[in-house]
T-cell receptor, first 113, second 111 residues
């Protein structure tokens, strides 16, 4: 069963607007990661936030983590048509050899030119 | 794509036939994973490996087996394919403490 649940399932915005995607999870985690998938391709890692971190930035990406609410959000600022893709959150609850990511069902983002 | 290749990229097979999918990496990473992706389910872990000949089950392992006889290759076998195993299969690799790097997937259709 999925650990992470993304919200909304689909998002359509105009180029230049900001896109906010949310992820909730159920159990304690070691870290939370966001991935992006373009149509017909494998997932690409975007950003990782550890359980002792509250916010991280990478270029136009900003991710927050609230462990008390078991939730994370991914903000993409000044969106571009090329940001159109599916976005997945993934949680990692263990370390070492047993470390394995559990993915949500994904959010489909459409950015209109 | 981080030195990871999946083969074949597409396969159509009949119910009841055995199928083997191959994942090959050139990164010398310790960890390798097989996921399947289906509409409405996202990615679900089938099996993973944390070293040569060291493998473990994921959440949807029934009907699948894996083998890893050398660091660079991780094979996923469907002993007797069923229509419910029609899916897109992704292999991923990971070095210690790093995020996953995914292959481009194998689209499998079982008729």
């Amino acid at each position: 069963s999925q650990q992470g649940e993304e919200d909304p399932q689909a998002l359509s915005i105009q180029e230049g607007e900001n896109a906010t995607m949310n992820c909730s999870y159920k159990t304690s985690i070691n870290n939370l990661q966001w991935y992006r998938q373009n149509s017909g391709r494998g997932l690409v890692h975007l950003i990782l936030i550890r359980s002792n971190e509250r916010e991280k930035h990478s270029g136009r990406l900003r991710v927050t983590l609230d462990t008390s609410k078991k939730s994370s959000s991914l903000l993409i600022t000044a969106s571009r048509a090329a940001d159109t893709a599916s976005y997945f959150c993934a949680t990692d609850a263990q370390t070492g050899a047993n470390s394995k990511l559990t993915f949500g069902k994904g959010i489909t983002l459409s950015v209109r030119p | 794509d981080a030195g990871i290749t999946q083969s074949p990229r597409h396969k159509v097979t009949e119910t009841g036939t055995p199928v083997t999918l191959r994942c090959h990496q050139t990164e010398n990473h310790r960890y390798m994973y097989w996921y399947r992706q289906d509409p409405g389910h996202g990615l679900r872990l089938i099996h993973y490996s944390y070293g040569v000949k060291d493998t473990d089950k994921g959440e949807v392992s029934d009907g699948y087996s894996v083998s890893r006889s050398k660091t660079e290759d991780f094979l996923l076998t469907l002993e007797s394919a069923t229509s419910s195993q029609t899916s897109v299969y992704f292999c991923a690799i990971r070095g210690g403490g790093s995020p996953l790097h995914f292959g481009n997937g194998t689209r499998l259709t079982v008729t």
